[in-house]
Structure formats: C-alpha cells, structure tokens
C-alpha cells in the first residue's frame, strides 16, 4: 500500500458522470454496492495515487529576496557602487549606495514574504477522514486514501473528501459555497439529469472540500486529487503567470533609458576628453563621474516607500495590501469584476416581502440583524395587530430548524439552512420570540423537507390543540391547500384565489425573490402521523418572498465608479434572473442595457466571440471558474485593468488572472486571500472604490516625485558632461552628487509622494495604461533643466572665472546653488495645472523637508567634520545673496505653461 502511485486521480477523466445513471457509473468504475475489497483499493491507490492537492514549487524566502536585485535601476545602482569603489576609490559613496541597495532589498521582500499558499490553503479544506463500504462493511479511513470506485457514506455534518456520483440521497443537503460561492444550500438526488448542465446544477453529483448540512447519502467516487473540481481550481491557479506590474513595467523601461543615456553620455564625454588629449585614465574616470551622476541613487527607495507609505493608509481603509506593486495599478483600473454573493451583497438571505390574503407588506433591514420594520402601502404597521401577518411568521418560526447565534465579535449569524434563518429572523423583527413562541408551543413530530415532496412539516402543541404547520414551493403547498386563511376566518381556496396567488408568485420570482408559501391546519393526536393525510385539506396562509439583500453602500460605490470611468460587472454562479435582479437594484445595469450572458452559452462561445461581446456584457451568470478566468483574460486583451473579486475557492484562479485580485477578508477563502493582491478586511465593495481612488493618488503623487528626481538628475548630468567637454574642472565631487539624489531630493521626494489629492480625482476617467510614467511633463522637465544647469554653471563660472574663488570655494557654491534650486522648484512639482501660488505652501511634510534639507545643506558649509567630508568652505554673505537670488527662479518654472493637457 505503500508503493509509489503512478497514475492521477481519476481513471475517466473526460467522462460527466452526472449524465450517467447510477448503474452506468458502476459499470464504468468498475465497483459494486458492497464496495471495493482490500486488495481492489490497494491497486487502485498505486494506480491513481493519494486523494490530496499536489503542490508545485514554491518561491522560498530566499528567492524572493533575489528577486529584489532584479530590478534594472537597482542593477544600475549596484554598478555605480562598484565604480565608485574600485574604480573611482571613493569607499564612502560606494558604501551609501550599497546600504540604499540593501535597504531597498529588504522593504520590498518585507511586503512581499507572504509566498503564495493558495494550493496549501485548498489542502486544508479537504476532509481528513471518511466513511466508505469496502468488503460490504462501513469503515473510516484517512481521506487520502479513497480511491475512485469507492462507496462513500455521507452523514450530516460531513465534509465531502472527493468528487461522487450519488446513488441515494435523503434530505441531503450540500453547502457548495467554498467551490461556487453562493450562499444557498443545494439538495441533492441521485437522478439521472440527460442534459449538458453547469456545475452549480449538477445535483446528483457531490465534491470535494463542500461540506453535508442536513440529511444523508451514499456515493461512488469518480474522480480524487488534482482530477476533482478543487483539483482542477488548484491547477488553474498553478497554472497562471503572473505578470509583471504596469509601476514595474514603467519603471523598469525608465531604468532602461537611464542607462542608455547615461551609457551615451559617457561614451561622448570619453572620446572628446580623449582627442583633446587627456590621458586614458583620467578620461574614463570623466566618463564613470558622468555615469554616476545621471543614476537617481534615491529613486528605487522612494518608490517603495511611498507604495509602502500608500498599503499603510489603505490598510487603515481595509483594503490590506499583500503585493506592493498592486498599490499603483489600482489606480489606472477600468473594470471590476465582483462576485454577487457576499460582495455585492450580504450572503445573508433576507425576507423582502409578505403576500397574504388582505395584505402586502415589505420588510425593511438587512441582514441577520433583528432590525426591521412591516411597511405596508408606505405607512408602518404593527405586525403583531395583523392577524394574517402574525400567522404566517409564526408558522414560518415553529415549521423551522435554524437558529440565531449572537457572537459579540462578529454580530449575528444563522445555524442551519439560510432560508430558514431568513425566514426566522422575519418572525424575530415582528418581536415573535422564538425561545419563548417554541416552548408554547413544543413540537411533537416532524416530516423534513425532501426534494421530491418541496416541503416541510411540524406537528405543534398550541393552546387549541395539535397543529400542522407547512412550508414549501408554492405550487405544492397551493396542490395540498383547499382553504385559505383571510383576516381571522377561513374560507374556501377558490379558483380565483389560486389564480391570484400564482400571479403574485410570478411577480415576486420576476423580482429575483425567492418564493415560499405557508399553511397550517387542525390535526388530532396519533402514535404516527402519515405523510399524505398529514400534508392534505390545508388552509393556505401567504408567501414570503427573499432575497439576499444588496449592501446599503454598494449603489453609491458603483455610481462612484461609473463617475470616475470604471465598468463595474457581476460575475456569479447564481440564476440569471437573479444575478440581473440584482444588478439592475444596485446600477450595474442602468436603463437600456440588457446583455447578461450565461455560462452555457460562455461555453459555446470561442475567445474571440468572447472578446467581441465582453466590453458590452455587465453580467455573467452560472459561470464556472474556467469561465471567471476566460472573461478576466479577454477583458485584459481588450487593453482594460481588471480588478476581480471575490470570496470563494471558485474564485482564486479568475483573482490571481487578473490586474489587481482583491478578495474578501472576513468571508473569503484562505485560497482567494493567498490569490489575491489585495484582501478587503471588512468585505465592502466601497472598500475596493477607496482603495481605487487611493491608487490614483499614489500614482499621481509618483509622477510628481518623479519629474522632480529625473529633473535634478539630468540638469548635473548636463553640468558635469558640459564643464568636462569645455575642459572646465568638474562643479561636482560624487559625495556632493550623492547628497544632492539622496537628500536633497529625497525628502522631498517622500514628502510628495504624501500629497493631498486634487478634488476632481475620482470624476476624471482612468489614465492610459500603455501611457509612460513620464507622459505629458517633458517640457516641464526640460524646462526645469535648462534653468536649473544654466542658473550652476553660471554659478561656477561667476565665482571661478570671474570672481577669482579657490576651486573648493566655487565647488560649494555651485553645489548650494544646485542644491537650494531643488528645494524651490519642488513646490512647482506638486500639480501639473497650478503653480505654487495658487496650490500654496499646506504641505506639511514638504515644508518640513524642504526647511530640514535646506539647514542640513547649510551646515555643511560650517560643520568642520562635514567641511572635510564633503570638501566644503565657508560661504560670504554676498555668496548666499547669488545663491538665494538665482535660485528662486525656480519658481518660473511654471506648470501652467509648461504642461500639455487639456486644461492648460
């Protein structure tokens, strides 16, 4: 047994049992009622292997730490540092860049540590033992160890260990959500269904990591392992590459460029200081001070800090980040797919609406909240004055077998069936207490619901004697019920009257609300009550209609969306009737559209009558994961960031295809968290439109830290490459160059990326994403360049060709002059539309930044140990007086003027 398996876990991996009979899919398992022998399940184990999710390779920590070096800027840095070292021999500065590598590194392995464990989370979700019949004797074994044929016994309570065709079934009740997501228990029977149907609609069959909530049942195993429905999620998952971040690409086509330029640049200044006769070495190490300087040393850390700053401010929303890059890419979405149930709205089944013979009345308040008033014509009642409203929901109390468990932490929720507990919290709103209505009247038999009868009944003890309380389908309880129940008296269940309920019916299920009618009659005392003289001669009560209910925030969250340029669509596995319903309710769907497509015609439809049809579809219903993936992929074909969410296990592969994967933290699965790039704390979808608007502040504020770093950078590149061409001595040493990337700009930089948004951020539609990340500012940049090197070297050349200055005189002069510039056109870079007189001085870390960096910058001048550092003298007050003077002409460089936008 325990030989090496050879095989996978299914042996007719292409064959839909659900469209077998059950002797057929004896017949093709090869297995029998009585179940395998010992020796029948020992090959079958070495043929197909254990029943358990196989997980591929895993990035270790150390990996991802590599991973950090990838990067081609701080590639680029790490050269700097080797030139600077043992070339140029300046120890100090290789050592600054080196600790700015490092520190870099770890930030962003920090973020990044949490390795994938989607595979490990499925494994948790299967059954760790089973009951199965082998040798015609019920056993339990470790639920690795089922193999396909074997006879599965399924008990209330039981978590399903792998995927099975029925073969019996009574009152047996599956929870499918972990696979489908949705909130509402599916009752299986192990009839033959002859059509090609989804998996949502396959009754007779039963799978992996779903777990028995009422009833029991019997089972062959078809399918275990990586070949059941979770196994096949676990692939998908495996499967899919992820893709490098939209910030990522955009950076890394910067470094790219960087280095070109810098590369150009060096070669230029080594020929021309060549031919003008300047030996090899001295030329080459020209050219490595020009390389240097064009390297923006801080610009990798800024970078991850402002992420990190960004995940920090939206954890503080709940939208907790796990991959750092995603911060940015929420910015530039343009469609989010939602799941429906428990995102969009509550997975809490509600009662909406009471139907009886005199009255209709809505019931407000969501959820298992006991919160809600009886609406009826717009005028509130008192549901207990209201003989056939109190009737009904006592009925709906007594024929029930849910129950309401109060948790300080997490509020309210429901034991049970979620119809049941709907239709109990209804009774509990009305001020019906169930403790107390349960022992007035005890119950004293009961016949459960069955899929083939579509009711339920109980037998109570009431002051009046034995009563039956029923519900079910309304067709059924309207066959059994030949009176009905009218304001306190009973009379006769006319034609009219079954017309009429069957109408309303109609009406409420064209609403997307589930429909139950209620019935009671008289009864006598009896040692057994029959089924059929039980449930006959009925007195017909009302309906209830439920719903699970939208969140009260997801309408204006999605109005918000619509506003700011970004499609909202639902992607479910609920009923199309439903999932429009819905839709339409919270404003997916607006007036005039009408395109809901369902996961039999996805798959008919081939990718490219996918992609023709996606950007106009808002809702997918009864979709399969495979489908939730195919949308998400055409979507992106179609150029679009998609955003995709989600709670269930079905989820994980369509979250981690998309752009940005967002799951749900309090009702999600471990498997969609460890998919997902980001995970909702609190399962809001006005989470994910915060979290939205977060992404296009941070990304704005980057191009502002931007243009500012790649700005500095080129004008000393210009300056150093200018003053080596003319045959002037270097304005610049490289510890004055790495105090102008690193802390002249860097602060600021930080203190940028903090900036507060512009008030029409959400009402604008989504930037570009194939825009670069430097679209739009390179006359500014160009600009700032030409005064900022002309403002230096006029700087250098009035102290040291005019005035006569020592070169160490003329080298701190130019260097404060370059580095007070910065400090003064930063207040430019704030807005691409308003100059620093109409956006003002009100950011605080700027200001900060800006007074501690000059005063540092200063001291250097004056502070004997930094004098010998940095190769600095004293300055005169006519000195300043130049500096100060021509350097607050970086206030002309001007956005307004100097931007190319639609508003300027």
Not at 886 to 902: A, Q, W, Y
Request: charged share 25%; proline share 4%; glycine share 6%.
């Amino acid at each position: 047994m325990d030989d090496a398996p050879e095989g996978n876990g299914s042996p007719t991996d292409d064959v839909e049992f659900y469209r077998y009979s059950t002797q057929e899919t004896y017949q093709k398992l090869e297995t029998r009622e009585e179940g395998l022998t010992e020796d029948e399940a020992k090959k079958r184990y070495k043929k197909y292997g254990p029943n358990e999710l196989v997980e591929e390779k895993k990035t270790t920590a150390l990996e991802i730490f590599v991973n950090q070096f990838k990067s081609i800027l701080i590639l680029i840095l790490i050269a700097a540092a080797a030139v600077s070292g043992f070339i140029l021999h300046e120890y100090t500065d290789m050592a600054v860049i080196l600790i700015i590598v490092v520190l870099n590194s770890i930030i962003g392995f920090i973020q990044e540590y949490r390795a994938e464990q989607a595979v490990e989370a499925l494994k948790q979700m299967v059954s760790p033992k089973c009951k199965v019949i082998r040798n015609d004797t019920i056993q339990e074994i470790p639920a690795d160890r089922i193999v396909p044929g074997d006879i599965l016994v399924i008990e209330e309570g039981d978590r399903i260990p792998a995927d099975a065709r029925l073969t019996n079934a009574v009152n047996l009740k599956i929870d499918e959500s972990p696979l489908t997501g949705e909130s509402t228990t599916v009752t299986k029977k192990p009839e033959l269904i002859k059509e090609e149907t989804s998996l949502a609609q396959r009754t007779n069959i039963v799978y992996m990591g779903t777990h028995a909530t009422y009833g029991r049942g019997k089972a062959i195993i078809t399918s275990t392992g990586m070949s059941t429905e979770f196994g096949n999620i676990a692939k998908m998952i495996q499967s899919i590459e992820e893709e490098t971040s939209p910030l990522k690409k955009k950076t890394e086509k910067l470094g790219r460029q960087l280095g070109v330029i810098a590369l150009i640049g060096c070669i230029m200044v080594f020929i021309v200081d060549y031919l003008n006769g300047i030996s090899l070495v001295n030329s080459f190490l020209s050219a490595v001070s020009l390389a240097v300087s064009a390297i923006p040393e801080g610009l990798p850390t800024v970078l991850v800090i402002t992420l990190s700053l960004g995940a920090q401010r939206m954890a503080r929303q709940n939208a907790i980040v796990r991959k750092l890059n995603s911060v940015e890419t929420l910015g530039t979405t343009t469609v989010i797919c939602s799941d429906k149930t428990g995102t969009i709205t509550k997975n809490e089944m509600t009662v909406r609406q009471v139907e009886t013979e005199n009255n209709s009345i809505d019931i407000t308040g969501e959820g298992y909240t006991r919160d809600g008033k009886f609406i009826e014509n717009g005028d509130k009642i008192k549901p207990r004055r209201n003989f056939e409203l109190e009737l009904i929901l006592k009925t709906g109390l007594l024929c029930n077998n849910s129950s309401i468990v109060e948790d300080p932490e997490i509020g309210p929720y429901i034991t049970g069936d979620p119809t049941e507990g709907a239709i109990l919290i209804a009774a509990v709103k009305s001020g019906l207490i169930p403790e107390k209505v349960e022992k007035e009247n005890p119950r004293v038999w009961e016949l459960p619901f069955d899929s083939r009868r579509k009711m339920m009944s109980t037998i109570n003890e009431t002051e009046n004697g034995l009563r039956v309380y029923a519900k079910g389908a309304p067709e059924v309880i309207l066959e059994k019920s030949n009176q009905i129940y009218s304001n306190g008296a009973i009379k006769e269940l006319t034609e009219k009257h079954r017309e009429e309920i069957k109408d309303k019916v109609e009406e409420l299920a064209e609403r997307a609300l589930r429909v139950l009618a209620f019935a009671y009659k008289e009864t006598e005392k009896q040692d057994e009550y029959q089924q059929e003289e039980t449930e006959s001669d009925l007195i017909f009560i009302g309906l209830m209609g439920m719903m699970d209910p939208p969140r009260e925030e997801v309408p204006a969250a999605i109005e918000l969306c619509r506003k700011a340029g970004i499609r909202p669509v639902m992607i479910t596995g609920d009923h199309e009737d439903t999932a429009v319903a819905i839709a339409r309710e919270v404003g997916i769907i607006t007036e005039g559209d009408s395109d809901s497509v369902t996961g039999m015609e996805l798959s008919e439809m081939t990718d490219a009558e996918l992609s023709d049809i996606v950007d106009k579809v808002s809702v997918y219903a009864r979709v399969s994961p495979e489908h939730k993936v195919r949308i998400a992929q055409a979507l992106r074909s179609k150029g679009n960031i998609v955003a995709m969410t989600g709670d269930g296990v079905n989820d994980a592969p369509a979250i981690k295809a998309a752009d940005i994967g967002v799951a749900m933290g309090i009702k999600g699965t471990d498997v969609s968290k460890e998919a997902a790039d980001m995970v909702l704390a609190d399962d809001n979808f006005a989470s994910i439109v915060r979290a939205v608007e977060q992404g296009r502040i941070i990304y704005d504020n980057i191009r502002k830290f931007m243009r500012f770093m790649i700005s500095s950078n080129f004008d000393e590149m210009i300056v150093i490459s200018s003053f080596v061409l003319a045959g002037l001595p270097m304005p610049f040493l490289p510890v004055m160059i790495l105090w102008l990337n690193l802390v002249t700009d860097g602060g600021p930089a930080i203190a940028l990326s903090m900036d507060k948004p512009t008030d029409d951020l959400m009402s604008i539609p989504p930037r570009d994403p194939k825009e670069g990340i430097l679209h739009g500012m390179y006359l500014f940049i160009a600009a700032y360049v030409v005064l900022q090197s002309g403002s230096t070297a006029a700087t250098f050349i009035w102290k040291y060709l005019i005035q006569g200055a020592s070169l160490a005189a003329s080298r701190t002069t130019a260097f404060m002059q370059a580095c007070i510039f910065e400090l003064v056109v930063v207040w430019n870079c704030r807005s691409e539309n308003h100059n620093v007189l109409r956006t003002g001085f009100n950011n605080r870390y700027l200001l900060a930044a800006t007074l501690i960096g000059g005063l540092l910058t200063i001291s250097l001048s004056y502070v004997p140990f930094l004098q010998n550092v940095f190769h600095t003298v004293p300055l005169t007050l006519q000195d300043w007086a130049w500096i100060f003077g021509i350097s607050l002409t970086g206030f002309l460089v001007l956005p307004e003027l100097f931007f190319r936008n639609k508003e300027n």
